[in-house]
Nanobody
Framework: VQLQASGGGLVQAGGSLRLSCVVSGGTVSTYTMAWFRQAPGKEREFVTAITWNGNTVYADSVKDRFTISRDRAKNTVYLQMNSLKPEDTAIYFC??????????????????WGQGTLVTVSS
């Protein structure tokens, strides 16, 4: 399974971006798909996930601003990011795996990772 993330860029605070993660060699509907991010000098952190059966989980820091979705026909997962803040600046990674629901926030539960896409939010 290979994951290709794209869509990052530079945006002003309050703006929006949509990240995409195209999956090859697997299907988005049979894996839990997640987004993690890593800011400079910080640990990688969970952002959001959508399970194989459609449950969504969000980090408190992005709830009500970010939305994860998937398109089975395109085998792609999206992360719509609205009301962006400077603290959202990070490299965003998509990941796939089969964690149980209580473990979707744990990065070690994911088998496959994309290469990351940089999001920079200016103040």
């Amino acid at each position: 399974v290979q994951l290709q993330a794209s869509g990052g860029g530079l945006v002003q605070a309050g703006g929006s971006l949509r990240l995409s993660c195209v999956v090859s060699g697997g299907t988005v509907s049979t894996y839990t798909m997640a987004w993690f991010r890593q800011a400079p000098g910080k640990e990688r952190e969970f952002v959001t996930a959508i399970t194989w059966n459609g449950n969504t989980v969000y980090a408190d820091s992005v709830k009500d601003r970010f939305t994860i979705s998937r398109d089975r026909a395109k085998n792609t997962v999206y992360l719509q990011m609205n009301s962006l803040k400077p603290e959202d600046t990070a490299i965003y990674f998509c990941a796939s795996g089969r964690p149980i629901l209580s473990s979707v926030r744990v990065s070690s539960m994911y088998y496959y990772w994309g290469q990351g896409t940089l999001v920079t939010v200016s103040s």
